[in-house]
């Protein structure tokens, strides 16, 4: 098999793109794959082995109609027999086109649906830690590979003589290598990127303050004024600390003097993406008009931080690259104080937490033989909370190896029922704000900032966020399933876990008030038919024994007319309809968990009336 992927964008674009390359390898170990980019980006995926052959798209291409032809005539001699355009516009859309592939895979967009044979609409929402960059790349393989890992991350392949030159370069500057050095991404890509620099030289001041470390600065020679005014700005000790005349002469250069650096902070691009594929810790200032959840990749709490300013205040930002919003954009940067973003930069610096104790987040989970999803659940909830509890019931597959993994307490009791065990793990938690998870759901990136956001803002005593539930592989918008709220953020001081096993649910005092948050709880409820029949039969098993507990009856009516509301409710009423096959299913089984509930506890009840 011969594949072309076509990436004519930045750097970043370039680099998140290779995760493509990457599966592909994995699948398909002896196909040929080729990459066409923009010359001036071929830097980043030099030495890369998964990829055998590169296509330059140069100024001269994009200019010139005889060599863009040629360049077309070129592709198509290849004889391709898959062809992903990842950047999805007219030029590579034609491209496409002439290549004479049969799979021919991007974006959908009406001017250029003409060009491929397989089309798909971008996720707005990032469902894994992966982010929205790559989850669309990735989805856009699934035309030729079912099950897609999303754990792929950009790599850069350095050689062993680069790194060497780097850090002679590095000792001819008289840099101290033993001690810490940090390149600083100083200028965004244009003036809408570019964090102020009255504020950059305060957060530079503060990282020499706390770490007394070395300062490289991330420009090109065109920039050298903005870089020298910074400088200026900068306290005289920081200026001490800073080694203006050291810089990549060219993107090689860069990322050979970036692997030699403890951590590179600073403006959210390139320079962060090169940064993270080289295995260098990054702390990134997301720009007001970008949205985060597209480009904070495989964040967590130790390696790789950001701060965007909708983390702090909601000002109903609109996330655009149009000139409108990136001017916006700009003026929002006033509201980006460095004030905001120190206590985060303090931590990722010295792990320490700047927040006190009543503004820190702990989260709970329950777990029995969950391999296959916590690491998922734990992952989402790394950037926001300060503690994260485990509690679990001596689960005998992976699920305690996995867990340790992670910067989590893992504390093992035995089962004594759900509502039991959720009240122990926040028993259990070191601060009274807690974030209660199951195993097998995770936060959006919205819900994240949302939670964020409380950190200074926490009004109400509980809050509810959506739940939007997958099944068997599905996302499902109705089936009485969408928004299914949850109150899942709440202070334990004003709320127990309660109801009947295993439907649990947060009970909060009298006089309590509850807010609402953006964003979703993502709940991978089941992955088959059969584990949804399995469950169906345990749950309804053990509400019937909680039923009898509380003395409830069971009867005709029960047994009968309550499963047909049950149906018609969610299937007509909520819509289930619109799910399609799956909505039918799911409907059906809510009915017959109904069914089942009320005809085990007829059943539970003549057993011991019988006694």
């Not at 980006?41 to 140069?58: A, G, L």
């Not at 950059?200 to 770490?211: P, R, S």
């Not at 200026?239 to 990322?255: N, V």
């Not at 989260?363 to 659940?377: D, M, P, Q, W, Y």
Request: hydrophobic letters at 35%; charged letters at 25%.
């Amino acid at each position: 098999m011969k594949v072309l992927v076509i990436q004519q964008k930045m750097i970043g674009d370039v680099l998140t793109s290779t995760v493509l390359f990457e599966v592909l390898r994995n699948h398909f170990p002896k196909a040929e794959l080729h990459y066409l980019v923009n010359s001036h980006t071929i830097p980043v995926i030099e030495n890369n082995p998964v990829i055998d052959k590169v296509i330059p798209f140069t100024n001269e291409m994009e200019s010139s109609k005889s060599e863009f032809k040629a360049l077309r005539e070129q592709v198509k001699k290849e004889d391709y027999d898959v062809v992903i355009d990842a950047y999805a516009k007219i030029s590579s859309a034609w491209i496409a086109k002439s290549s004479g592939a049969k799979y021919r895979i991007s974006y959908k967009k009406w001017y250029t649906q003409f060009a491929y044979t397989h089309t798909f609409s971008r996720h707005n929402m990032s469902l894994t830690q992966a982010g929205l960059a790559i989850e669309n790349r990735l989805m856009l393989l699934s035309p030729i590979i079912k099950e897609i890992e999303q754990s792929c991350k950009p790599k850069i392949y350095l050689t062993d003589t680069e790194a060497k030159k780097a850090k002679e370069v590095l000792q001819k500057h008289k840099i101290d290598i033993s001690k810490e050095l940090f390149m600083i991404s100083a200028l965004g890509s244009n003036e809408f990127k570019t964090y102020p620099l009255p504020f950059m030289a305060k957060l530079l001041n503060y990282v020499v303050e706390q770490t007394n470390g070395q300062l490289l600065f991330n420009y090109i020679p065109s920039q050298k004024p903005e870089v020298e005014e910074l400088y200026n700005l900068c306290s005289p000790k920081t200026q001490q600390h800073i080694f203006l005349e050291l810089y990549g002469k060219s993107l090689r250069e860069f990322m050979a003097l970036t692997h030699h650096c403890d951590a590179l902070i600073g403006n959210e691009g390139g320079a962060i993406n090169m940064a993270k594929a080289l295995g260098v810790k990054t702390f990134s200032i997301f720009c007001p008009w970008i949205k985060k959840e597209a480009w904070n990749i495989f964040e967590d709490r130790n390696n790789h931080a950001s701060v965007h300013l909708f983390d702090f205040t909601d000002y109903k930002p609109h996330f655009s690259n149009k000139k409108g919003a990136r001017s916006k954009g700009k003026l929002n940067y006033e509201l980006f104080k460095p004030e905001l973003i120190i206590p985060k930069l303090h931590k990722f610096l010295t792990s320490e937490n700047l927040y006190p104790e009543t503004k820190r987040f702990s989260a709970t989970v329950i777990t029995l033989n969950e391999e296959s999803k916590i690491a998922r659940c734990i992952e989402s909830l790394l950037p926001i909370a300060d503690d994260i509890v485990i509690l679990d019931s001596f689960s005998t597959d992976a699920t305690e190896a996995i867990c340790k993994k992670y910067p989590v307490r893992f504390i093992q009791q035995k089962f004594e029922g759900h509502i039991q065990q959720k009240n122990s793990a926040i028993d259990a938690a070191k601060y009274d704000r807690i974030i209660s998870l199951d195993a097998d759901e995770a936060l959006s990136k919205e819900l994240q900032s949302a939670i964020l956001r409380l950190k200074d803002n926490w009004i109400k005593d509980g809050y509810y966020a959506k739940r939007f539930n997958n099944y068997c592989g599905q996302w499902i918008y109705h089936s009485d399933w969408y928004p299914d709220r949850k109150l899942r953020v709440f202070d334990r001081n004003k709320a127990r876990w309660g109801g009947i096993n295993p439907h649990d649910t947060i009970q909060m005092q009298p006089g309590s008030q509850t807010g609402k948050l953006n964003g979703s709880i993502l709940h991978w409820v089941h992955t088959s038919y059969e584990e949804h029949s399995l469950k169906v039969h345990k749950f309804s098993s053990i509400a019937a024994r909680e039923y009898y507990k509380l003395g409830r009856k069971s009867g005709i009516f029960d047994i009968l007319v309550k499963p047909t509301w049950t149906f018609f409710k969610a299937y007509i009423l909520r819509l289930g309809f619109l799910d399609g096959f799956n909505g039918l299913i799911i409907c059906t089984f809510s009915a017959y968990t109904t069914f089942l509930k009320y005809l085990k506890l007829k059943q539970i009840i003549k057993n011991n009336s019988n006694k």
